[in-house]
């Protein structure tokens, strides 16, 4: 048996906690789906020139509140951006499958 150095044992060895969202925003069917709806809707309801830039402008804002609960929490930048991405692909997905499925316009 070798005797090892307190130095040399990775028991001891610190390394940086790990930082974990406690509910990724993805998965907040809610908060998708709410999101979803009004850019499946909004467009058409205020009487927009160009529905799909209303669409967008209510994705961006979203993003943008979602960004800054996020900071206010202390998520790391680079997690704040990976969540907003997967955020976004979950909005869009809903979205799709809202207009696809014809429920856009219906009240839940």
Not at 28 to 49: D, Q
């Amino acid at each position: 048996m070798t005797a090892h150095r307190g130095d040399e044992l990775p028991l001891f060895a610190w390394k940086e906690p790990v930082k974990v969202v406690p509910f990724p925003l993805h998965r907040r069917r809610t908060l998708v789906a709410k999101a979803a709806r009004g850019m499946a809707i909004r467009g058409h309801e205020l009487g927009a020139r160009d529905p799909e830039i209303t669409a967008e402008k209510i994705l961006k804002n979203t993003l943008k509140v979602q960004s800054g609960v996020l900071e206010r929490r202390g998520i790391a930048p680079a997690t704040i951006a990976a969540e907003l991405d997967q955020l976004e692909t979950a909005i869009r997905a809903e979205r799709v499958r809202l207009v696809a499925l014809g429920l856009a316009g219906q009240s839940e």
